[in-house]
């Protein structure tokens, strides 16, 4: 991380995006579809703020394949890419799969 930080990288994950949200508390991403949308509002709203061509780290995002796959759809509409995509321990199956099956898994990632 303190590479990232050095590269001018932004580290972003829904936590952070939620802890910002002081008049809308939310429970954690994931827990029901409701929270899933949440999720998907404020990541929604960073991604399309953010600069275009800017740098991120993303944590704990995407957690679903529902958010894997509405991810992939801005940055269609950005007409950006994702360079790789690293999972860390306890990473959904799903998401690992789908972003494996596009190539952008990185070398040393656990294979499911």
């Excluded at 029901?32 to 999720?39: G, I, L």
């Excluded at 007409?79 to 990185?106: C, F, N, Q, S, T």
């Amino acid at each position: 991380m303190n590479r990232a930080r050095s590269l001018h990288i932004e580290h972003v994950s829904p936590a952070r995006l939620k802890d910002r949200e002081i008049s809308r508390p939310a429970p954690l991403a994931g827990s029901s579809p409701a929270d899933e949308a949440t999720t998907l509002a404020l990541m929604r709203r960073w991604y399309f703020a953010r600069k275009p061509d800017a740098g991120f780290i993303l944590t704990d995002f995407p957690a679903t394949l529902l958010q894997a796959k509405v991810f992939d759809e801005w940055i269609e509409a950005r007409d950006e890419a994702i360079d790789a995509v690293v999972a860390g321990p306890g990473a959904p199956d799903p998401v690992v799969g789908h972003y494996r099956l596009l190539g952008l898994m990185a070398s040393g990632a656990p294979a499911r």
